[in-house]
Structure formats: structure tokens, C-alpha cells
């Protein structure tokens, strides 16, 4: 199955919250989520009205709502999954440091793109560089004291001005640097749980893969 394509406001309304999936637009647009506060589909009203899900229902629910917020397919999210099992700590912040510091997430935390979505198609179509060398793979991961920059001759396309000029409406990250006047990012430690602004619990996510 290819990447999902179609409506992103619907996945937020399956998982019953905002997902600022759109960027900047989720915060001046009245959201589908608020006006129908039950999941898409001709069910969905019925859904609503259940009061009590399985705790198998809630464990996937976590885990959709997490590949949803990245952008993922399910082979994706679960080869990061197994990679943080094998990682010293705890899985459910190993796996979520493994998403953060992917290059595409850190390109949308460095306010450089709207959306992760977006982020994803700016490095695809090879207008990012780290450590001055281009690189076209938005899953590439970026380690403590790389530099991502958008390449000096793009920094004119439309998106990423508008991407600019929107910034100041988000905070960079603690563990990230910008370099306003170079317009260059820098990783200077590994994030922590507490640097990641997702309500999600990432315990469940651990406890259905491990069933």
C-alpha cells in the first residue's frame, strides 16, 4: 500500500485530535475535528457513542496516532520499533528520539518547512545538505553536531519563504540551534522524552509490538 494521499484532516479526526498535519493552516482554519467530533466513515457517529474500547484498541490507536504525526508506513515505523529494542534504554523514548532526529522531522522543527509532508518532498527533491553535502533521504538519521541547511540557491522557492516567514510562530527545539542569519541548523545533543511535544504514549506502542 502506497502513502496515504487523501484528506489529512480525516486521520485526525480518527484519532479523535489535532495532528497539525497541515502546518500553520491547523492554527488559523476551523478544523473538520472540532466541528465533527466522531471518526470519518457512515459508522463513525456510532463509534462515538461507545463509551469503552479493548486494550488492544487503545494500544493501536497510540501507535497509528504516532505513524500518522510522522508521516509513516507501517515497514518504516516498525524497523525504527526494532532498532530502539536493540538500543540501551528505554524502547518507547529510544523510538521516539529515532523519529525526532530523522532528517525530514528536523527540517520541519528548524521551521524550514510547514509540514513534515512538505519537509519530506524539500529533501526528496535534493535542497537540503548536512555537513554541506546534499542528501535526498528524508529518513537519513542526523546526529549531534551535524548542520542541515536549505542549499543557498533554493533558499528563493516559494515554500520555503512562506515556510520562513511562519517561524516565529514555533519555538526550536532545546536540543537544536538556527543560525537566523546563515539560515543553518545544528544538532547540539541527542533530544530527550521531555523535548518531544507529543501527547502520546509510547508504552502502549511498546506493549503491542511485543505481544
Known sequence: MGRYTGPVCKLCRREG??????????????????RRTYP????????????????????????????RVYGLQE????????????QPG???????????????????RLGLASSRSQARQVVRHRH?????RV????????????????????????????????????????WLAFDEKNRVGRVIRTPERQDIPLTVQEQLIVELYSK
Open 40 to 67: 470519518p466513515g457512515q459508522h463513525g457517529p456510532a463509534q462515538a457513542r461507545r463509551r469503552k474500547q479493548s486494550e488492544y484498541a487503545g494500544q493501536l490507536r497510540e501507535k497509528q496516532k504516532l505513524k
Open 17 to 34: 485530535q489535532k495532528l497539525f498535519l497541515k502546518g500553520p493552516k491547523c492554527y488559523t482554519e476551523k478544523c473538520p475535528v472540532d
Open 75 to 86: 515497514k518504516q515505523f516498525r524497523n525504527l520499533f526494532e532498532l530502539a529494542v536493540k
Open 90 to 108: 528505554v524502547t518507547g523514548e529510544n523510538l521516539l528520539v529515532n523519529l525526532e532526529t530523522r532528517l525530514d522531522n528536523l527540517i520541519f
Open 135 to 174: 542528501v535526498d533521504i528524508p529518513s537519513y538519521h542526523v546526529r549531534v553536531g551535524d548542520e542541515v541547511a536549505v542549499r543557498a540557491q533554493d533558499l528563493d522557492l516559494f515554500p520555503i519563504q512562506e515556510a520562513l516567514a511562519a517561524r516565529t510562530r514555533a519555538k526550536v527545539p532545546e
Open 128 to 132: 537540503v545538505e548536512v555537513n554541506g
